[in-house]
Nanobody
Framework: QVQPVESGGGSVHAGGSLRLSCAASGRTAFSSYAMGWFRQAPGKERDFVAAISQSGSNTYYEDSGQGRFTISRDNAKNTVYLQMNSLKPEDPAVYYC????????????????????????WGQGTQVNVSS
């Protein structure tokens, strides 16, 4: 059991930056979960943005975010971050933080963490708006 809570969303002009935070609490150690960020615009599916392994040694990104977004985690603070730079008009959405109990030894973990169905717990989301 873990309870993610997102923060850090807001409005920014195109080309600007935001850093989202996701703090997690619960009985199970935060370091036992892989963490991911997804986003959802009105009327659209929840799409993968980035994910990070339990130790933080492996990261995965959606193609359009590669080079602009950076996911990181601080297990001592039970927090995962998404640094978003050079924001584009197509980036606005509600951004969600999820926790996955997938084993780090799963050979398919890189692809599985791109699917929202592989996450066991979700936060309520934080809104990101980008103006032209």
């Amino acid at each position: 059991q873990v309870q993610p809570v997102e923060s850090g969303g807001g409005s920014v002009h195109a080309g600007g930056s935001l850093r989202l935070s996701c703090a997690a609490s619960g009985r199970t150690a935060f370091s036992s979960y892989a963490m991911g960020w997804f986003r959802q615009a009105p009327g659209k599916e929840r799409d993968f943005v980035a994910a990070i392994s339990q130790s933080g040694s492996n990261t995965y990104y959606e193609d359009s975010g590669q080079g602009r977004f950076t996911i990181s985690r601080d297990n001592a603070k039970n927090t995962v971050y998404l640094q978003m730079n050079s924001l584009k008009p197509e980036d606005p959405a509600v951004y969600y933080c999820g926790a996955s109990g997938l084993s780090s030894g799963n050979s398919a973990i890189a692809s599985m963490l791109r699917q929202f169905s592989e996450y066991d717990y979700w936060g309520q989301g934080t809104q990101v708006n980008v103006s032209s």
